[in-house]
Each structure stands twice: as C-alpha cells, then as structure tokens.
C-alpha cells in the first residue's frame, strides 16, 4: 500500500510517500480501505520527535481521522480515533492510545483497527467531510457537554478561532442554542467564524481583551471558555462570570502558568480538562450531526503525496479548519 511515513523524526519534509506491506487484521481487527485522512496538531508534534512523549518506534505512518470502506463488509464507515478508552467516562483507562503514533495511523490506503472503532459515515458528508470531523469534533464534543455541561442560553467563549476544533466547536455550541463569541488575531477568521454560527468576536492582540470579552457578555463574564491555548489560563478564568467553567486540553502557546488561588475559589470556577473523548461521546457527537445541517470547514485538500505541504500549512497557522489528504 501507499502510505506518508516519517523514517526519522525533524520537518515536515522527512514526512515521504513509501510503499508498505498491507496491513492485516488482527483478532478483534478490521482493515479498512481509506478514501480521506485528516491531519491534527499532533501529527505535527509526533513528527517532530520535540517532546519525549511522542518519541514512537519508527517508521510510522501519522494520522488518526479517516474514513473509508470496511473490507470485510463493504460498509462507508469513519474511524473513532481513540484506542483503549477502557469502561469509565470520566477519563480513560491507563495505557490508551490515540490513532497514528504508536500505531500506524491514516496516512495511507489501508488501515487495520479495533472493530469497535468503526462507525457510520455520516451520509450528508463527503469522504473529505467525513475525515475531518473525528478527532477534532471529538474534542470539541466532550469539551462543550460531556466536561464543561454547556446548555442553551448560556454564553460560551472559544479561544482561537481557525483550528479544527475551534471551527466545529462553534458549531456544535450554536447549534445547541448556545451563544457562541470567539478570540483571534485574525479579522477575517472572527467574520469566518460568525458564518458558522460565533455572535461576536474579539481580538486579542488589540488592547484589553478579557475586558472586550466581559462586555460582549453583558458585564458578568461568560459561563463557559474552551481554551487549547494554555498559557491562557489566567486570563480565560478572568473572562468567566461566578460560577463558570474552563474547559481546558493543549497547550499551543505554552505549558506553563502560574495562577492566583483566591480569585478561583471566590469565584467558585471549575477548571476542566478534557481530550478527546469515550465510544459514548462519539457516538453522542454523531447524532449531533444527524440533527443538524453543518458540516467541518475544510480549509484544503491535497493527494497523499503532498502530506508535507500539508504539515507546513497547519504549523503556519494560517489556515482556517481542517487539511484534509485525498487517498482514492
């Protein structure tokens, strides 16, 4: 099979088409025949080799979004892109894995995976739709309702608008009778944004953002900020009234903050993490999608041969949604 494989960890140009040995199906397994894959920060960070957590056995074929045929069946399925989650919601199991590092992932056109990690395709979507939404509407999913309880009428901030889970976040909070207000450097990704369903946005590089944001929410502060940026942290506790929620997973900007314990006690705030998500959350995620008519902004599309110019574009932070890798 043809897969984008990384021989060595370092840019984005180590990540190179090759030709490996077909996959096959272990006990439990099913193989699936990719028409789409879907990148994520991660791969970035696993290509990269920087952090000891994501030092894998090589080669390794990055990935965890795809959607595909199921052999053996001939079923439109996606893949749910976490292994292991074990029994209990509230967080899993020890020894889980995510898709793509260290096992083999969907940059290629073959994929072996749990046959409980096969679900349907979403018939409204396309195959690139189809791959774009797991692992970041996942994230976004559990964030909003199964951690941060999100309800209609409330407010509910997303930081950074233009990534992946950002853009479906909006979406999924809107359509849940929320209102949604954003944060970016960026005019034209706030304006994108209200397209998909943001009332308002405000841009953090301009002055006091925090007192923009408390305005926009009428003064209090907003019920429920979803932050992947982390170094944020201090400033997103300060967006929300008393008595709200901070999502919090990634740490884009930073993995370090240092915090005043009283303001949060005081304020009787609840800090959130979350990533990813259980079977439960994915399967909740796509009745969403059944009940509603958005669909995962795709910000390009390119063969599996350009998987690096791909990797350059997501680390730029100029795109806006998800890059999606055409397979057949």
């Given at each position: 099979?043809?897969?984008?494989v990384?021989?060595?960890?370092?840019?984005?140009?180590?990540?190179?088409?090759?030709?490996?040995?077909?996959?096959?199906?272990?006990?439990?397994?099913?193989?699936?025949?990719?028409?789409?894959?879907?990148?994520?920060?991660?791969?970035?960070?696993?290509?990269?080799?920087?952090?000891?957590?994501y030092?894998?056995?090589?080669?390794?074929?990055?990935?965890?979004?795809?959607?595909?045929?199921?052999?053996?069946?001939?079923?439109?399925?996606?893949?749910?892109?976490?292994?292991?989650?074990?029994?209990?919601?509230?967080?899993?199991?020890?020894?889980?894995?995510?898709?793509?590092?260290?096992?083999?992932g969907?940059?290629?056109?073959?994929?072996?995976?749990?046959?409980?990690?096969?679900?349907?395709?979403?018939?409204?979507?396309?195959?690139?739709?189809?791959?774009?939404?797991?692992?970041?509407?996942?994230?976004?999913?559990?964030?909003?309702?199964?951690?941060?309880?999100?309800?209609a009428?409330?407010?509910?901030?997303?930081?950074?608008?233009?990534?992946?889970?950002?853009?479906?976040?909006?979406?999924?909070?809107?359509?849940?009778?929320?209102?949604?207000?954003?944060?970016?450097?960026?005019?034209?990704?706030?304006?994108?944004?209200?397209?998909?369903?943001?009332?308002?946005?405000?841009?953090y590089?301009?002055?006091?953002?925090?007192?923009a944001?408390?305005e926009?929410?009428?003064?209090?502060?907003?019920?429920?900020?979803?932050?992947?940026?982390?170094?944020?942290w201090?400033?997103?506790?300060?967006?929300?009234?008393?008595?709200?929620?901070l999502?919090?997973?990634?740490?884009?900007?930073?993995?370090?903050?240092?915090?005043?314990?009283?303001?949060?006690?005081?304020?009787?705030?609840?800090?959130?993490?979350t990533?990813?998500?259980?079977?439960r959350?994915?399967?909740?995620?796509?009745?969403?999608?059944?009940?509603?008519?958005?669909?995962?902004?795709?910000?390009?599309?390119?063969?599996?041969?350009?998987?690096?110019?791909?990797?350059?574009?997501?680390?730029?932070?100029?795109?806006?949604?998800?890059?999606?890798?055409?397979?057949?």
């Open positions: 099979m043809r897969a984008a990384i021989h060595e960890y370092g840019g984005p140009s180590v990540l190179r088409e090759d030709e490996l040995p077909d996959p096959a199906a272990g006990p439990d397994q099913v193989v699936v025949e990719l028409k789409a894959a879907a990148l994520n920060r991660r791969d970035t960070y696993l290509r990269k080799g920087a952090n000891p957590t030092h894998f056995p090589l080669p390794l074929v990055l990935g965890s979004d795809g959607a595909g045929i199921r052999r053996d069946t001939g079923e439109e399925i996606v893949v749910y892109p976490m292994l292991g989650w074990g029994e209990r919601e509230e967080a899993p199991a020890p020894g889980y894995e995510i898709l793509g590092g260290p096992s083999d969907t940059y290629a056109e073959l994929v072996a995976v749990p046959a409980e990690n096969v679900f349907p395709k979403p018939k409204r979507f396309s195959w690139e739709e189809a791959a774009a939404f797991p692992l970041a509407g996942l994230t976004a999913y559990r964030a909003l309702f199964s951690r941060a309880g999100l309800r009428g409330e407010t509910v901030l997303i930081l950074g608008a233009g990534s992946g889970v950002s853009t479906i976040a909006v979406s999924l909070a809107h359509q849940a009778g929320a209102r949604v207000l954003v944060t970016s450097s960026s005019a034209d990704k706030i304006e994108r944004a209200k397209e998909l369903g943001a009332e308002s946005g405000v841009d590089t301009a002055g006091d953002w925090v007192a944001v408390r926009l929410a009428g003064g209090e502060g907003v019920d429920v900020v979803v932050d992947s940026v982390g170094s944020t201090p400033d997103s506790l300060r967006c929300l009234r008393p008595g709200g929620r999502a919090v997973f990634g740490a884009t900007a930073g993995a370090t903050v240092e915090l005043e314990v009283r303001p949060i006690y005081f304020g009787q705030f609840s800090i959130l993490g990533t990813m998500g259980s079977a959350d994915f399967a909740a995620l796509l009745r969403a999608i059944d009940d509603g008519s958005w669909a995962p902004v795709i910000d390009s599309v390119r063969p599996l041969a350009e998987a690096a110019d791909a990797h350059e574009r997501i680390e730029s932070g100029s795109h806006f949604g998800k890059l999606v890798l055409s397979i057949s």
